[in-house]
């Protein structure tokens, strides 16, 4: 009979024990306010090796390491003024910073790259295991490579309770998206490399300057300089469609629609029916619930074996970016497909 790990509550005890596993070298799922993490000691070889063995991840995607604060994060990063006025302005909280490293980061956590991407989470239950500990964590989503991140213990559980020994229950993810990713590897030219839930205005208005458009690079087989940068990515069992932001026709108006197709839309419909297959994210079409409520939904839609699923895109403001990354990469599976 397979192993299957056991999902704990936080209480003070099993915080005590997971805390254990991670200075045995051990990987732990755990909660952040974004999306639930795969947790394992950033500065130890065996421990980040498990975190790429257990995802089925390549090595050319690297990890985000995650600290107690700032202070904790600076002997092993060569800090600037833009990482300190970010810090300060958005931390604890879902901005991630890629930065030059130190020789103290493995290269295996950064792709072989002299740079490294850090953040300091507001959750806390992350936090309070992160005060039991004298190491930073690497911590990638919980979920097999390329699979929709997970936002609940549950979602961690059922693609990889047989492969780890713990997972933290610390609710519902907050926020339901990745954090949003800056470049400060030339701190004279902030670029933005993944958006998320702190917004590129709101970035911008700290560091008193513009950001710059990240440029995907064109090889997917080439070392990434910061975690979700793949074409393909964030992609459930069932194919995704997209449909542009405003397209809310029934789904009997979608000629590639079926018996097994769901349609997704940001708000509820004036033209909504008792059909099973009908969803939306948000009553009001609200963005930050729609980003909450965005994977857990798509989760559910594979669990009920759903084969295709026709989903509006939000709006190409604020956090809509970055749900609409999101949704074009789950997207992108397609490419192969057709």
């Known amino acids: 009979m397979a192993h299957i790990s056991k999902t ?20 732990v799922g755990m909660p ?14 065996s421990s980040v090796r498990k ?4 995802k089925g991840r390549p090595l050319i995607d690297p990890l985000i390491v995650h600290f107690i604060n700032l202070q904790a ?14 810090a300060e302005a958005f931390w604890p909280g879902p901005l991630t910073m890629v930065v030059p490293k130190k020789e103290s980061i493995p290269d295996i956590v950064s792709a072989g790259l002299p740079s490294v991407a850090i953040r300091v989470p507001r959750h806390p239950v992350f936090r309070q295991i992160l005060e039991r500990i004298d190491f930073p964590l690497a911590a990638p989503s919980a979920n097999p490579f390329g699979y929709v991140s997970p936002t609940l213990a549950k979602h961690v559980q059922q693609t990889l309770g047989s492969r780890i020994q713990a997972v933290l229950d610390g609710g519902p993810s907050e926020l339901g998206l990745e954090s949003t990713i800056i470049d400060l590897r030339n701190p004279e030219q902030p670029a933005i490399l993944r958006h998320g839930p702190i917004t590129e205005s709101q970035i911008s208005e700290v560091l008193q300057m513009q950001l710059i458009r990240h440029t995907r ?23 995704v469609r997209l449909l542009p932001h ?7 108006e979608h000629t590639e629609s079926d018996a097994k197709t769901a349609l ?43 084969q295709q699923i026709l989903i509006e895109q939000a709006p190409e403001q604020g956090i809509g970016q970055a749900i609409n990354d999101r949704l074009r990469r789950a997207a992108a599976k397609l490419e192969a497909i057709d």
């Not at 975190?51 to 257990?54: K, L, M």
């Not at 060569?78 to 006025?85: A, C, P």
């Not at 090889?219 to 069992?237: E, F, I, N, V």
């Open 246 to 252: 405003g397209d809310t026709r029934p789904l009997s």
């Open 51 to 54: 975190i790429f063995e257990v």
């Open 73 to 86: 994060a600076e002997p092993h990063i060569k800090s600037n003024d833009s990482v300190r006025r970010l």
């Open 264 to 306: 997704v839309l940001n708000q509820k419909p004036i033209w909504h029916t008792t059909e099973h297959s009908i969803f939306w994210l948000s009553e009001s079409g609200d963005l930050s619930e729609i980003a909450h409520n965005l994977f857990e939904l798509i989760q559910r839609l594979d669990q009920q074996e759903v």
């Open 32 to 45: 952040t306010e974004t999306v639930y993490g795969l947790a394992g000691n950033a500065l130890n070889l």
């Open 8 to 27: 704990l509550e936080a209480s003070s005890s099993n915080l005590d024990h997971c805390a254990q596993l991670l200075r045995d070298g051990d990987v």
């Open 217 to 239: 690079s064109p090889d997917d087989q080439a070392a990434q300089s910061a975690p979700g940068l793949l074409t393909k990515h964030y992609s459930p069992k069932a194919k």
